[in-house]
């Protein structure tokens, strides 16, 4: 059957991707004769839908995977999700909601149901849409952060910590989410900048006419006042070391402390400390041992500690506050203000900073093999900017609260007894024992469970160990073979929140990394600089993209721009790019494929052509293992791209392409098949679905002869020389083809080219390309400059292009000057460089060389310019 004119990419990656699931092509078992190399995927949440985030990661994972396929590797992809607790439980809320059901009215094994049966319907949605983008995970190893093994492994985690004294309970300050009504973590909070209010209240001075004014962008908060700040040597506020203030309206009398915490240029060099309500007010209530009055209740409505407005809202209570304290005459002002405000990024209720009893765990010891092993480049993180930040973060990390008050999720494994006190086990019948070496009269029924779940981050720390069941069986022929994993693709964002964290869990509880390389992938951003989202409906659907683009056409749209660590400017015309490549590709498959070939014409014609695109192509796959094995992807691919759109499809198939009509010589039209193997080799990582069809098309195969376990080509030497031989003659025909353009001379008609040199024979080996490919009658060396012809200089050589009378000397002798001023203005710059010692002892050899040759060939043109503008004048 003929090859379709036009690539459908549609009907090719559904053919494709059923094929290599067929024939199991993306399934992973140990071999210890074969080097293993393994990815673990970041599990997207069981919530989520594929997003342009996703697919950038994803098709970076894919690209190695792929490579490391074709190279001989054991490649394993692992796939699954992520139970995200917040998230989840928030869809199955709102899902019962529409069915008229509140979650206060069921129990609590009645909302776990509803959240199984979600997550059944909707859960794997997500790795169903990777599968249209052509990502080869092994399937039959999908994970779930809460199938039974990995739960079983949370909770051995749990209480090993805690037996180890680790983990703990306590009160402490947490980000408290009012709607959702849990502790949230860090990553969990999205800061916003929003318009607010400064009030500025006045605080009595007890015992004096004076009064203190303070600024707050929360007066609500003023009723859980508990001291007021000043810096020890603001001269301002000497006088009342010592001294008490009053809370406006409640009366309550709280002491002026002195810390050198308070700046004193910024506002009234005053504050007001609420240590059950700001992170940093209540560290400074622990470092002077202050009360701390928590005034909110969970739902962020005012309790009774607050003395008024118990049970109205936080939001209506600031506006109350503002009226009350200005009929109480201390309100002094109110300014416009904008400052960052915490969001929940899952409710987008404002977080409340709050006084909490949780569950925490220890992190000053547990973070240090994880911090060494980062900064001695043990565990690489590409690019290694990320190195201080990530160090920063590691020897400033606070205990980890892992406590979340939800019911979707790991349940805390520990039962509380009648006197309030607590067994922590792995299990309800083995805490029943532990509460019985408490008290002997304990029964089952006496026990009550935790009614919190575990922070989902303290599930996902242990993917790349879980994964192959490595806490439950830790000496399983899975874990012994691919951990640790090889490389790790991931967003910056989550550098600290989940990388750090597998890092610390690797060598706790396996005793060595869990990775070796991190690939931090940059935020994709609209060309605007805007971060993609839907509030700002400049997102696309990734699935939309892939059905007008194709996969293959998407997959390299977004490598086009995406250097590790920096953001990528998404714009639409990538993927236009990438499916203009793809029509390329199918064109010039096609153009090769409509050859008629004449066993009997001779050979030698093309020998040169094939000879150069050998020496390119390995020159070329040399440029690209350098790329990978610095985890340069885009740059990779843009090896690839400029190798085939360049290379082949612009010069090598014009140097060997018949004349129109005219057949090809057997071995010439042999090569370029060969070639267009090799090239589909390379290209295949990147688009996996084209260089498929492509590879089937190029002759009958067996079953299992596929392009994704094939052998990834291994570069051949080269010569350089042949390199730079086609570097000049691709240049000349340039000059000519411009030439031809300016004096609108038609491609069809010939031209005489000749050339005042002292080495014409380095123009010998690609005399009959340059008389090809710039349409010459003649192309011969000459004693002396020509009257009467246009010219132009080339590595120092001068060409010329009778024009038999039609030359205009004046029109010629301009452009001649005109160029003549440019390299003179070059010249000058590139011997300011080398006059420069620094960089003359510092730059690398062989930038120094390159610079010297530029000052060469630019010494050479101006002395062939000189001549020529003299033999005209």
């Known amino acids: 059957m003929s090859l379709s004119t036009k690539y459908d990419p549609v009907a090719v990656e559904e053919k494709w991707y059923q094929y290599w699931m067929d024939k199991n092509f993306f399934h992973s ?27 950038l990661n994803n098709t970076i994972q894919d690209v190695l995977i792929r490579k490391a396929r074709m190279e001989g590797k054991e490649a394993c992809w692992v796939p699954g999700t992520d139970h995200a607790s917040i998230a989840t439980e928030a869809k199955v809320v709102a899902m019962l909601k529409e069915q008229g059901i509140e979650k206060t009215d069921i129990s609590r094994e009645e909302f776990l149901n509803h959240a199984w049966e979600w997550r059944e319907k909707y859960g794997g949605i997500i790795l169903q849409q990777l599968k249209k983008l052509g990502a080869s995970c092994d399937w039959e190893r999908t994970r779930f952060t809460m199938e039974d093994s990995l739960s079983r492994s949370v909770i051995d985690v749990f209480v090993r910590l805690y037996d180890k004294g680790l983990i703990y309970r306590g009160v402490r300050m947490v980000n408290w989410d009012p709607q959702g009504k849990t502790a949230l973590s860090d990553d969990e909070v999205i800061h916003k900048e929003i318009q607010s209010k400064l009030y500025y209240v006045n605080y009595k001075i007890e015992g004096e006419d004076g009064f203190l004014t303070i600024a707050t962008t929360r007066p609500e908060t003023i009723l859980g006042d508990t001291a007021i700040c000043i810096h020890p040597e603001d001269e301002r506020y000497r006088h009342l070391h010592g001294k008490s203030a009053i809370v406006p309206l409640i009366n309550r009398t709280i002491p002026i402390i002195q810390d050198e ?6 506002g009234t060099g005053c504050l007001k400390i609420t240590p059950a309500h700001d992170l940093n007010d209540y560290e400074l209530g622990q470092k002077h041992a202050l009360d701390s009055i928590d005034i909110l209740n969970d739902d962020g409505t005012l309790n009774e500690n607050a003395g008024m407005f118990i049970g109205e809202d936080r939001f209506v209570v600031r506006k109350k ?3 009350a304290l200005e009929e109480a005459g201390q309100l002094v002002k109110i300014e416009d203000y904008t400052n960052n405000v915490g969001f929940s990024e899952r409710t987008d209720a404002v977080i409340e900073p709050r006084l909490s009893m949780q569950w925490f765990m220890k992190m000053d010891e547990i973070t240090k093999p994880a911090l060494e092993n980062v900064m001695n480049d043990t565990i690489q993180l590409i690019p290694p900017k990320f190195k201080n930040t990530y160090r920063h973060w590691m020897e400033n990390v606070r205990d980890w609260c892992i406590s979340r008050q939800l019911w979707w999720g790991h349940r805390i494994p520990a039962w509380y007894l009648p006197d309030n006190s607590f067994v922590v086990a792995e299990s309800e019948s083995e805490a029943l024992e532990k509460a019985r070496e408490k008290d002997a009269s304990i029964s089952a029924g006496d026990l009550r469970q935790d009614e919190d779940v575990l922070d989902t981050w303290f599930s996902s720390w242990l993917w790349p160990i879980t994964v192959f069941d490595g806490l439950e069986n830790p000496d399983n022929e899975d874990i012994n073979y691919y951990y640790p994993t090889n490389d ?12 750090a964290r597998m890092i610390m869990a690797g060598y706790e509880f396996k005793g060595e990394r869990p990775f070796n390389n991190v690939y931090l992938t940059g935020i994709v951003r609209d060309k605007q600089g805007r971060k993609m989202s839907k509030s700002l409906g400049n997102s696309p659907d990734p699935l939309e993209l892939i059905s ?12 086009f721009s995406s250097p590790a660590g920096n953001d990528l400017l998404f714009d639409i015309k990538l993927c236009e790019q990438g499916r203009n490549f793809s029509n390329k590709i199918w064109n010039a ?9 004449d066993d009997e014409l001779s050979t030698k014609t093309n020998a040169t052509a094939i000879r150069w695109f050998e020496a390119r192509y390995n020159a070329a796959l040399e440029e690209m293992e350098d790329h ?8 990779a691919l843009m090896s690839v791209y400029k190798l085939i759109w360049d290379d082949f499809c612009s010069w090598y198939l014009e140097m060997v392409k018949p004349a129109f009509g005219e057949p090809i010589d057997r071995k010439s039209y042999e090569a370029t098949r060969e070639f267009f193997e090799k090239i589909l080799k390379v290209l295949h990582p990147f688009m996996p679905f084209i260089t498929e069809e492509l590879w089937h098309e190029l002759r009958e195969r067996e079953g299992d002869d596929c392009l994704i376990v094939a052998d990834w080509p291994k570069k051949g030497q080269y010569d350089t020389s042949l390199l730079d031989g086609a570097r000049v003659a691709f240049e000349l025909i340039g000059q000519v083809r411009n030439f031809r353009n300016s004096k609108q001379i038609s491609p069809k008609d010939a031209l005489k080219l000749l050339v005042l040199t002292g080495h014409f024979d380095s123009y010998i080996p690609f005399h009959g390309i340059i008389v090809k490919l710039a349409n010459l009658s003649e192309f011969q060396p000459v004693d002396e400059a020509l009257e009467n012809a246009s010219s132009f200089v080339l590595q120092g050589d001068s060409f010329f292009i009778p024009m038999e009378g039609m030359i205009d000397t004046e029109q010629e002798l301009e452009e001649l000057r005109s160029e003549l001023e440019y390299t003179l203005g070059f010249l000058k710059s590139v011997e300011k460089k080398l006059q420069n010692e620094r960089f003359v002892q510092n730059a690398p050899e062989n930038v120094v060389e390159m610079e010297r040759k530029k000052e060469a060939d630019a010494r050479a043109k101006i002395t062939a310019l000189e001549e020529r503008i003299a033999s005209l004048s």
């Open 261 to 266: 915490y308070v700046s004193m240029e910024f």
């Open 589 to 597: 498959f096609r153009l090769v494929d409509g050859w008629k070939v």
């Open 548 to 559: 007008k683009y194709g996969a293959d056409g998407v997959r390299t749209g977004m490598l």
């Open 29 to 55: 078992t140990p071999n210890p004769d074969k080097e293993p190399y393994t990815i673990v995927i970041p599990p997207p949440n069981v919530t989520g839908v594929l997003h342009m985030g996703h697919m």
């Open 628 to 635: 990978f094995s610095k985890f340069r992807i885009s740059d």
């Open 488 to 499: 790790l693709v991931t967003a910056p964002e989550i550098l600290f929140f989940w990388v």
């Open 321 to 323: 506050m503002a009226k």
